[in-house]
Structure formats: C-alpha cells, structure tokens
C-alpha cells in the first residue's frame, strides 16, 4: 500500500453479516478493520485499473 501521512475519513454503510464476519477476522487476526477495507480497496482499483486507464481516471 501506498504510505500517505494524511488519511481521509470515509462513512459508508456494510450490510450487518458483513461487519461481524470484518470484526471477526479483525479479532482473530488483530489486523485493524480499516486496514483491511484499504487492502480490498486498493485490490478492487487493482483489478479495475486497465479500464480506469483507459477511461482517463
């Protein structure tokens, strides 16, 4: 990931049986929640990139 000094906040809404199953995991593993939202982010733009290109963004 990208080191960024300044991070931004972000409200968004996880349907309830998503946020245990992140709060579990976040538990068992005591890898932060955020941290693992900004993985699946940064692995969606990944996989998305050649059309985010190809599109000027």
Do not use: C, H, W
């Not at 080191?3 to 968004?12: A, C, D, E, G, Q």
């Not at 993985?39 to 963004?57: F, M, N, S, T, W």
Request: hydrophobic share 35%.
């Amino acid at each position: 990931m990208e080191s960024t000094s300044r991070l931004i906040s972000l409200v968004f809404r996880l349907p309830k049986p998503n946020l245990l199953a992140l709060k579990g995991l976040s538990s068992r593993t005591r890898v932060r929640q955020s941290e693992y939202l900004r993985e699946a982010i940064e692995d969606l733009l990944a996989k998305y990139q050649a059309d985010l290109e190809r599109q000027g963004g």
